[in-house]
């Protein structure tokens, strides 16, 4: 089962005005979400103490929904609360991804579900930013755009193709014969070069190495810069990566910047390559985070770099559910 909210306000506490705003919030929740009747299994209500002429839940029958249970309760008063407020949950067995909806004046409950959302997390590799990243845009119900990964692809056509990606004339020549889409399925991003899914291929090591060296070169940077500008300009999104809060999107509203010690970082990268059947020692893995750290650092466009108005997490004591929390807190704190 999933629960899935929604709340609107009304002008004035009348039974014609009540009866509008639940038909209209309920039949927003059902389209967005692709209901069926029968997917609902009740709808419970709550609305402050200052509508007091109709019950939502009567409304709701009014409005077609009268295959499920319906439930009303009257909100305490608080101060400050928002005024003529009515909150909706649905509960239902659907499988579908929960699409809260907010309306008129209840937007401002969620304006990360009313305005688009965008998120930066920059940060070396092994600091966790991927994860971290993914779990947010799950919580957050918004997309997970992996920046990384269309460097990869990229690195990935060099290598295939005998392109030298140390050379930068050479990468600038062979740029129009790559073409990076990204495309989201059952939730996780794929990769596809020139149509094909490369989203395994990009992960072994060796790319990973190859996609640093690429990714400073600055015609490689204006190409996949303009894609993932164009995808966050129109989603809510949350963006990992080195650069983004300080060159990819200087102006998104919610910037974090990850680190953790070296060590930590290697033995995390460890295990991961062990769970992908990729044996590297760790002492292996250490030097090639430290050079990839002052590869990354060092080059000359866009370097890793912390955003003056980044907050900086040191997720070298934390696990992964912390460091969501955290953020999570800190973003529904300035909301």
Same mark, same amino acid.
């Given at each position: 089962?999933?629960?899935?909210?929604?709340?609107?306000?009304?002008?004035?506490?009348?039974?014609?005005?009540?009866?509008?705003?639940?038909?209209?919030?309920?039949?927003?929740?059902? =389209?967005?979400?692709?209901?069926?009747? =029968?997917?609902?299994?009740?709808?419970?209500?709550?609305?402050?103490?200052?509508?007091?002429?109709?019950?939502?839940?009567?409304?709701?029958?009014?409005?077609?929904?009268?295959?499920?249970?319906?439930?009303?309760?009257?909100?305490?008063?608080?101060?400050?609360?928002?005024?003529?407020?009515?909150?909706?949950?649905?509960?239902?067995?659907?499988?579908?991804?929960?699409? @809260?909806? +907010?309306?008129?004046?209840?937007? %401002?409950?969620?304006?990360?579900?009313?305005?688009?959302?965008?998120?930066?997390?920059?940060? $070396?590799?092994?600091?966790?930013?991927?994860?971290?990243?993914?779990?947010?845009?799950?919580?957050?119900?918004?997309?997970?755009?992996?920046?990384?990964?269309?460097?990869?692809?990229?690195?990935?056509?060099? @290598?295939?193709?005998?392109?030298?990606?140390?050379?930068?004339?050479?990468?600038?020549?062979?740029?129009?014969?790559?073409?990076?889409?990204?495309?989201?399925?059952?939730?996780?991003?794929?990769?596809?070069?020139? !149509?094909?899914?490369?989203?395994?291929?990009?992960?072994? $090591? #060796?790319?990973?190495?190859?996609?640093?060296?690429?990714?400073? @070169?600055?015609?490689?940077?204006?190409?996949?810069? !303009?894609?993932?500008?164009?995808?966050?300009?129109?989603?809510?999104?949350?963006?990992?990566?080195?650069?983004?809060?300080?060159?990819?999107?200087?102006?998104?509203? *919610?910037?974090? *910047?990850?680190?953790?010690? &070296?060590?930590?970082?290697?033995?995390?990268?460890?295990?991961?390559? #062990?769970?992908?059947?990729? %044996?590297?020692?760790?002492?292996?893995?250490?030097?090639?985070?430290?050079?990839?750290?002052?590869?990354?650092?060092?080059?000359?466009?866009? &370097?890793?770099?912390?955003? %003056?108005?980044?907050?900086?997490?040191?997720?070298? +004591?934390?696990?992964?559910?912390?460091?969501?929390? +955290?953020?999570?807190?800190?973003?529904?704190?300035?909301?």
């Amino acid at each position: 089962m999933k629960a899935i909210r929604g709340a609107t306000t009304v002008n004035s506490d009348t039974a014609e005005e009540i009866k509008e705003c639940v038909s209209e919030l309920l039949l927003k929740i059902k =389209e967005k979400n692709r209901l069926k009747d =029968e997917d609902i299994v009740c709808i419970l209500f709550s609305n402050t103490a200052d509508i007091h002429s109709y019950y939502p839940a009567k409304a709701a029958r009014e409005a077609g929904f009268v295959s499920c249970a319906l439930f009303s309760s009257l909100e305490p008063e608080i101060n400050g609360a928002l005024q003529k407020c009515i909150r909706v949950m649905i509960i239902t067995e659907s499988n579908c991804c929960a699409e @809260h909806v +907010y309306l008129k004046g209840a937007a %401002n409950l969620r304006k990360d579900l009313s305005n688009k959302l965008n998120i930066a997390i920059d940060g $070396p590799a092994g600091s966790g930013k991927s994860t971290v990243s993914k779990l947010l845009a799950k919580r957050f119900n918004i997309l997970y755009l992996d920046t990384g990964a269309m460097y990869r692809a990229c690195a990935l056509a060099c @290598h295939l193709n005998g392109i030298n990606v140390a050379d930068g004339v050479s990468v600038k020549k062979f740029l129009d014969n790559i073409n990076i889409t990204v495309k989201y399925e059952n939730g996780a991003q794929v990769t596809f070069l020139n !149509g094909d899914d490369v989203s395994d291929e990009i992960r072994i $090591p #060796e790319i990973s190495m190859l996609a640093s060296t690429v990714s400073a @070169h600055e015609c490689v940077r204006i190409k996949m810069v !303009g894609l993932q500008r164009e995808i966050a300009n129109k989603n809510s999104c949350v963006l990992d990566g080195r650069d983004i809060g300080t060159n990819v999107l200087p102006d998104a509203e *919610f910037k974090f *910047f990850l680190t953790a010690l &070296p060590e930590v970082r290697a033995c995390r990268r460890t295990k991961e390559n #062990e769970s992908k059947g990729i %044996n590297q020692k760790f002492e292996e893995v250490l030097k090639e985070i430290i050079r990839r750290d002052e590869q990354d650092r060092t080059r000359k466009i866009a &370097p890793l770099l912390k955003a %003056n108005d980044a907050v900086e997490v040191d997720t070298s +004591y934390m696990d992964i559910d912390d460091v969501v929390n +955290y953020i999570t807190k800190n973003i529904q704190g300035r909301i």
